[in-house]
């Protein structure tokens, strides 16, 4: 989301820009995996931005994560700019605003966010991305309570929503971990007056590893982003990283017995199994579509949707904002942060690395809006 304004891109213009708009995963795959948790935000046809000045058409997007019956975390940037907002649960497929009433599925399942909660000190203005980056947390309420064991989503959609578990251990953010970024966005930000719709058609996985703070206060523009904010809240993540979607490990030639150890995970467990990267992508996308219940199963793929569903993910990138960060506790998905922005060269690829605000650093301001939330 977050369209550049003139005055931001009068600033990018001169440096590696900071992806400040629309987040998207980039150098990544479809994912075949039931993610339970993922949302994805878009506006009604009846509001319009509280930026005048800003036009994106029909292709404003945020991603988010079910953390309770009514409550999904996200980004309190994609809870400010439009004043009414759907969620979409349970669906791999992303539907823009104007067909939500043509698709079964959002048609029966879209949900009104009814309440937002965001930090009082937060400070929306896409001119100043310095300030909307900082305590960018925030909790979207639902008008109706999912219900995490009705079967009858998969009728018209593709799985039944579910919780993910906020894990605030500091052990998980380390430099190192290995973690999985996810989003409906594409491979290239959007330039200044496009209002095409370039978000991905279904749901995309790109897995990563965490750096260390200081490699990103090395990459970033200071004029953006401080080094007090990425020292105080923010995960640095770059580079491929070694866990697919499903959690299984993905190796170029080594051996998986440390990693599994480090992880818990019991050696003969089939994710412990070395496979290369290359191996992973065509094994993974053959064997989840041809499933007589899976998704893609009802659907033919033509050669060059093929391929772009087989384009790795790398990062996000534009309209990935709000969507969580992903690692594993043995066999569980936790979320571990938010997603906010990334890097992006001169010709608007996103090249990362891409920074989150973390569960951990900002675990007072994210138990305080959701209790609060709750409460109202």
């Known amino acids: 989301m977050l369209f ?36 994805y935000f878009v506006k009604s046809e009846l509001t319009k931005s509280v ?38 649960a349970g669906y791999r497929r992303y539907i823009r605003t104007y067909d ?18 965001v930090p009082k000190a937060y400070k929306f203005d896409h001119s100043k991305p310095i300030h909307w980056l900082s305590m960018d947390v925030g909790v979207a309420t639902v008008e109706k309570p999912y219900n995490f064991s009705d079967l009858t989503y998969r009728l018209h959609c593709h799985y039944t929503p579910a919780p993910v578990k906020i894990l605030y251990e500091e052990v998980y ?20 007056h496009n209002i095409n719709d370039l ?19 090395s990459k970033l523009p200071t004029q953006l982003i401080s080094e007090e904010l990425i020292n105080k809240y923010l995960i640095c993540v770059h580079n491929k990283g070694k ?4 959690g299984e490990l993905l190796v170029r030639g080594e051996t998986n017995n440390a990693e599994c150890a480090r992880r818990n995970m019991d050696p003969s467990d089939p994710r412990c199994a070395n ?17 007589t219940d899976g998704f893609e199963a009802k659907r033919q793929l033509n050669a060059s949707f093929e391929k ?69």
Request: hydrophobic share 35%; with cysteine; net charge positive.
């Open 243 to 246: 866990i697919g979607g499903g």
């Open 100 to 117: 939500l009433e043509r698709d079964q599925c959002t048609k029966r399942w879209k949900q009104r966010v009814v309440k937002t909660c």
């Open 308 to 376: 772009f569903l087989y384009t790795r993910r790398q990062g996000i990138c534009q309209n990935d904002h709000g969507g969580p960060l992903i690692t594993w506790v043995g066999k569980e998905e936790v979320l571990i942060g938010i997603a906010l922005t990334g890097l992006l060269s001169d010709t608007y690829e996103c090249i990362g690395p891409f920074i989150f605000t973390s569960a951990y650093c900002a675990s007072h301001i994210i138990q305080c809006l959701l209790l609060t939330d709750s409460e109202e």
């Open 275 to 291: 496979t290369t990267l290359d191996e992973y992508d065509y094994y993974d996308f053959r064997r989840h579509s041809n499933r």
């Open 173 to 192: 953010q380390a430099e190192g971990i290995d973690v999985l970024m996810l989003g409906w966005g594409h491979v290239r930000a959007r330039q200044v």
């Open 199 to 217: 978000n991905s058609p279904y749901l995309r996985e790109a897995s990563g590893k965490i750096q260390a703070k200081s490699y990103c206060r």
């Open 51 to 88: 930026d005048s000045g800003r036009d994106i058409g029909d292709s404003w997007l945020c991603g988010g994560a079910i953390v309770s019956p009514t409550q999904i975390l996200t980004a309190a940037a994609c809870l400010l700019e439009y004043k009414k907002i759907y969620a979409i």
């Open 4 to 39: 550049k304004v003139l005055t931001f891109a009068s600033v990018c213009y001169f440096m590696l820009k900071l992806c400040v708009c629309s987040r998207r995963i980039v150098g990544g795959k479809f994912t075949p995996y039931e993610k339970q948790y993922m949302v």
